[in-house]
């Protein structure tokens, strides 16, 4: 860590913050513009396109996304990394918290670093640690188009 360059540490990191702020403010747009136009989202078991983003964003539950710093691992020469950052989100409706963390990968493009992927993994009460379990059942199928 020592060895990347601070702007693209703090490049990163702005890109994370615009994400949970676009997610708290419920704007699907900026949420899209952190990712790369092949960028997925994955959780419920399912991958998500962006092209899938507007309709799980709509169902997703409102409320405050806090993220932590990001743990980043950048190959800068190569464009490339990797990372992970925590979660607590608290529904703005009965202040309920689904709480975990995101791994990610990030690519470097024409417009800067943005997401490749990010996938959830929550922490259950029951102790358990999973990213697959269905439990929102608001959340919508991936599409067809992208399945």
């Given amino acids: 860590m020592a060895d990347l360059p601070l702007a693209d540490i703090i490049e990163v990191e702005q890109l994370l913050a615009k994400y949970a702020v676009g997610m708290t403010r419920n704007d699907v747009e900026t949420v899209v513009e952190v990712f790369t136009p092949d960028g997925t989202y994955s959780a419920f078991g399912e991958t998500y396109q962006l092209a899938d983003f507007p309709v799980l964003v709509a169902a997703a539950p409102k409320g405050l ?3 932590g ?3 980043l691992d950048l190959d800068v020469a190569a464009g490339t990394g990797t990372g992970m950052q925590t979660l ?3 529904d703005q409706t009965n202040h309920d918290m689904r709480i975990g963390w995101y791994t ?3 690519r470097r493009t024409d417009l800067g670093w943005r997401l490749a992927t990010r996938a959830m993994t929550f922490l259950r009460r029951s102790g358990e640690r999973d990213s697959g ?3 929102d059942p608001r959340r919508p199928a991936p599409s067809a188009a992208t399945s």
């Fill in 88 to 90: 607590c989100f608290v």
């Fill in 104 to 106: 990610d990968t990030y």
């Fill in 69 to 71: 710093t990001p743990q």
């Fill in 133 to 135: 379990r269905a439990h």
């Fill in 65 to 67: 996304f806090m993220t």
